[in-house]
């Protein structure tokens, strides 16, 4: 199993950027596509966007496409989330997850998460 570690949250006015890493250890990461998901207080854990192993292929929720970039580092084993353009409603607990196989939109097909990073963005 992966361990994972997001890094990077913060509070950041709207229009704002932020860049979200997250680590990982105990297995080599290009074994994994990875995804990142966020929940906020009282809703369910959304999907945000998705890289394959290889880096080679991304998908991203409709609500943050052209606003955020996933993109993964293998030699440094992190996976990062480039935000720009925040809103108010991209405020959420943030985090990564590993998974074989392909890339995918449902947190249940995730292996292993890591403890979250909180974003809050103000208007």
């Known amino acids: 199993q992966v361990q994972l570690v997001e890094s990077g949250g913060g509070l950041v006015q709207a229009g704002g950027s932020l860049n979200l890493s997250c680590a990982a250890s105990g297995r080599i990461l290009s074994m994994y596509a990875m995804g990142w998901f966020r929940q906020a207080p009282g809703k369910e854990r959304e999907f945000v966007a998705a890289?394959?192993?290889?880096?080679?292929?991304?998908d991203y929720a409709d609500s943050v496409k052209g606003r955020f970039i996933v993109s993964r580092d293998n030699v440094k084993n992190t996976v990062y989330l480039q935000m720009n353009s925040l809103k108010p409603e991209d405020t959420a607990l943030y985090y990564c997850?590993?998974?074989?196989?392909?890339?995918?939109?449902?947190?249940?097909?995730?292996?292993?998460w890591g403890q979250g990073t909180q974003v809050t963005v103000s208007s």
């Open positions: 997850a590993s998974r074989f196989g392909a890339n995918s939109r449902n947190y249940y097909s995730y292996d292993s």
């Open positions: 890289v394959t192993s290889s880096g080679r292929s991304t």
